[in-house]
């Protein structure tokens, strides 16, 4: 069975460029949410969609939106892009809304690596 | 907001030694979680405790919740080469319009044959 999957794995930006990640969750995983890691720390919550709407947001600017299709696969946009935003993008899918009781596992996927120069 | 102080930050111990490792918050969580990191991967879930004050084992790994919902410790024991990577705990509430889990900033695992 197909894992989460990201793409692309790896990309180069220049500083206010755009850029526009994709993630396919687990089938039959309704749930997709957002994370970034910076090197050294953990990751940090961006959003969660649930049932293609937005069930959560993070502390991140309004350069960051996301969305969530009908087949339940998500995109991550992040605009005007900065330095401080390369990073390991995470995606992860779970059957349930996270926060719900009981949420059920959050599968990650391997990530998008994104540097900004 | 929350956080987790996660320590200690980096350990280098021989094959075959037990190993321990922790997580405090200031606030209290309904569950907490405990996820491996290998390079170029995801975090992948080790244990997931949703009681205070269970102890929960997944072959030789061991994780417990804290009485007071605000800590939690792993241990892997006769550790091995492929317990190499960075471990992660996470908190997680239920409700609210969140949902998300909170991390702690890792503890790096090196291991010497």
């Known amino acids: 069975d197909a894992g989460v999957t990201q793409s692309p794995t790896h990309l180069i930006k220049t500083r206010g460029q755009q850029v526009t990640l994709r993630c396919s969750p687990i089938?039959?995983?309704?749930?997709v949410s957002w994370y970034q890691q910076v090197l050294g720390q953990g990751p940090q919550f961006i959003f969660q969609?649930?049932?293609?709407?937005?069930?959560g947001r993070g502390n991140f600017p309004d350069r960051f939106s996301a969305r969530q299709f009908p087949n339940y696969s998500s995109e991550l946009n992040v605009n005007a892009l900065l330095l401080g935003d390369s990073a390991l993008y995470l995606c992860?899918?779970?059957?349930?809304?996270?926060?719900?009781?009981?949420?059920?596992?959050?599968?990650f996927g391997e990530g998008s690596r994104l540097t900004v120069l | 907001g929350q956080q987790l102080n996660q320590s200690p930050q980096s350990m280098f111990i021989q094959e075959g030694e037990d190993v321990s490792m922790n997580c405090t918050s200031s606030?209290?969580?309904?569950?907490w979680l405990w996820y491996k990191q290998d390079p170029g991967e995801g975090p992948v879930l080790l244990i997931a405790?949703?009681?205070?004050?269970e102890l929960t084992s997944n072959g030789r790994l061991t994780a417990q919740f804290g009485i007071t919902r605000k800590d939690s410790f792993l241990n892997i024991s006769a550790s091995i080469p492929s317990d190499v990577g960075i471990y992660f705990c996470?908190?997680?509430?239920?409700?609210?319009?969140?949902?998300?889990?909170?991390f702690g900033k890792g503890t790096k695992l090196s291991v010497k044959p």
């Open positions: 969609y649930y049932e293609k709407e937005e069930r």
């Open positions: 089938s039959g995983h309704k749930s």
């Open positions: 992860a899918s779970s059957l349930r809304l996270a926060g719900s009781n009981p949420t059920g596992e959050l599968f």
């Open positions: 606030s209290i969580f309904n569950t």
């Open positions: 405790l949703y009681k205070a004050g």
């Open positions: 996470a908190g997680l509430n239920y409700g609210g319009s969140q949902g998300n889990l909170i």
